[in-house]
C-alpha cells in the first residue's frame, strides 16, 4: 500500500511539474537545464519549479553536496531507496529524508548520501 501512495504521489507530482513546464514562461536570467519529464536518476531542482540544479544517475553512498541552489528534488529512476539530506558538510550529525518529492529552503541541507 505504501509504495503505491508514493507511486500515485510521484506520478501526480510528474503530472503537475509537466503541467508548469508547458504554462510558465523562461526567465531569461534562468541558467539551469530546463526540465524533463520523464527524467532519469536523483534530480535536484531549484526554486523556480521548472530549472535542474543538479543530478546523480545511480545511488552510490558517498557523501555529496547538496546544490546551493537546489530546492527539492524528485527521484525518476535508478534504483534509490534512501536519500538522507545533512545541515552539515561532511553527511554527519542528524539527517532527514530528501527521497519522496520533499522540499526545503534554499541552502537548508549541505550534503546527501543516496543509497
Same mark, same amino acid.
Request: glycine share 10%.
Given at each position: 500500500?505504501?509504495?503505491?501512495?508514493?507511486?500515485?504521489?510521484?506520478?501526480?507530482? =510528474?503530472?503537475? &511539474?509537466? %503541467?508548469?513546464?508547458?504554462?510558465?514562461?523562461?526567465? !531569461? @536570467?534562468? /541558467?539551469?537545464?530546463?526540465?524533463?519529464?520523464?527524467?532519469?536518476?536523483?534530480?535536484?531542482?531549484?526554486?523556480?519549479?521548472?530549472?535542474? =540544479?543538479?543530478? &546523480?544517475? %545511480?545511488?552510490?553512498?558517498?557523501?555529496?553536496?547538496? !546544490? @546551493?541552489? /537546489?530546492?527539492?528534488?524528485?527521484?525518476?529512476?535508478?534504483?534509490?531507496?534512501?536519500?538522507?539530506?545533512?545541515?552539515?558538510?561532511?553527511?554527519?550529525?542528524?539527517?532527514?529524508?530528501?527521497?519522496?518529492?520533499?522540499?526545503?529552503?534554499?541552502?537548508?541541507?549541505?550534503?546527501?548520501?543516496?543509497?
Amino acid at each position: 500500500m505504501r509504495t503505491t501512495a508514493h507511486r500515485i504521489a510521484a506520478g501526480l507530482t =510528474a503530472a503537475l &511539474l509537466t %503541467t508548469l513546464a508547458v504554462t510558465l514562461p523562461g526567465s !531569461p @536570467a534562468t /541558467a539551469g537545464e530546463p526540465f524533463q519529464s520523464p527524467d532519469q536518476g536523483l534530480v535536484f531542482y531549484s526554486s523556480y519549479p521548472t530549472e535542474v =540544479a543538479g543530478r &546523480l544517475a %545511480t545511488p552510490d553512498g558517498i557523501c555529496h553536496q547538496v !546544490p @546551493a541552489d /537546489a530546492a527539492w528534488m524528485l527521484t525518476w529512476s535508478g534504483g534509490f531507496g534512501s536519500v538522507p539530506g545533512y545541515r552539515t558538510p561532511d553527511c554527519s550529525g542528524p539527517a532527514a529524508e530528501l527521497n519522496n518529492v520533499h522540499s526545503w529552503p534554499e541552502g537548508r541541507y549541505l550534503t546527501y548520501r543516496a543509497s
